[in-house]
Antibody, heavy 120, light 110 residues
Framework: QVQLQESGPGLVKPSETLSLTCAVSGYSISSGYYWGWIRQPPGKGLEWIGI???????YYSPSLKSRVTISVHTSKNQFSLKLSSVTAADTAVYYCARGYGSGSNVLDIWGQGTMVTVSS | QSALTQPPSASGSPGQSVTISCTGTSSDVGGYNFVSWYQQHPGKAPKLMIYEVNKRPSGVPDRFSGSKSGNTASLTVSGLQAEDEADYYCSSYAGSNNLVFGGGTKLTVL
């Protein structure tokens, strides 16, 4: 059974960099699929952040592209998200997910999500 | 890219059918048969219910069905049950390895 688990600081100061990790169990990242990040501000809808292939090809939301880096760490069976220069608008529950299909349009397995608050 | 447009709310009585729409453009919904639907209960992660417009993952009841016409996709829930009460989000491939979500629809079972 494939499972994903997000981890990272729950509080980040404005202008700093948000860093999260998604640990994958039950499947080897290096075997395939895409691995992505989605966020959900409190009381609002889902926003796609970006996705990375098992061999490191990353694709980002145009609106976040200048601030986002997604990396894959196959030796640890993890992938990570870095979002720089954060503001209060980046406060959200951050989900990691497994993707497949054209543009990884199918997100079939999700982590439980982790809440990140941007505040001084 | 803009978010896909969904009605904020929908409702139906147990046993009835309800349809939720998801409107995009020819650059996303209308341009590809890559529309998915996700169910999200409060405090939980989204769950894939429909992919590639009308395909159901294993384990999803056949009460859930999807369709598309032009730039609008639809999710129909037949034989409404209390546990279907949740938020529903559509998503679509938008080209250039981009994905876009709808704003979400809160489904209430009366």
């Amino acid at each position: 059974q494939v499972q994903l688990q997000e981890s990272g600081p729950g509080l980040v100061k404005p202008s700093e960099t948000l860093s999260l990790t998604c640990a994958v169990s039950g499947y080897s990242i290096s075997s395939g699929y895409y691995w992505g990040w989605i966020r959900q501000p409190p009381g609002k809808g889902l926003e796609w952040i970006g996705i990375i292939s098992h061999n490191g090809n990353a694709y980002y939301s145009p609106s976040l592209k200048s601030r986002v880096t997604i990396s894959v760490h196959t030796s640890k069976n993890q992938f990570s998200l870095k979002l720089s220069s954060v503001t209060a608008a980046d406060t959200a529950v951050y989900y990691c997910a497994r993707g497949y299909g054209s543009g990884s349009n199918v997100l079939d397995i999700w982590g439980q999500g982790t809440m990140v608050t941007v505040s001084s | 890219q803009s978010a896909l447009t969904q009605p904020p709310s929908a409702s139906g009585s147990p046993g009835q059918s309800v349809t939720i729409s998801c409107t995009g453009t020819s650059s996303d919904v209308g341009g590809y048969n890559f529309v998915s639907w996700y169910q999200q209960h409060p405090g939980k992660a989204p769950k894939l219910m429909i992919y590639e417009v009308n395909k159901r993952p294993s384990g999803v009841p056949d009460r859930f069905s999807g369709s598309k016409s032009g730039n609008t996709a639809s999710l129909t829930v037949s034989g409404l049950q209390a546990e279907d009460e949740a938020d529903y989000y559509c998503s679509s491939y938008a080209g250039s390895n981009n994905l876009v979500f709808g704003g979400g629809t809160k489904l209430t079972v009366l």
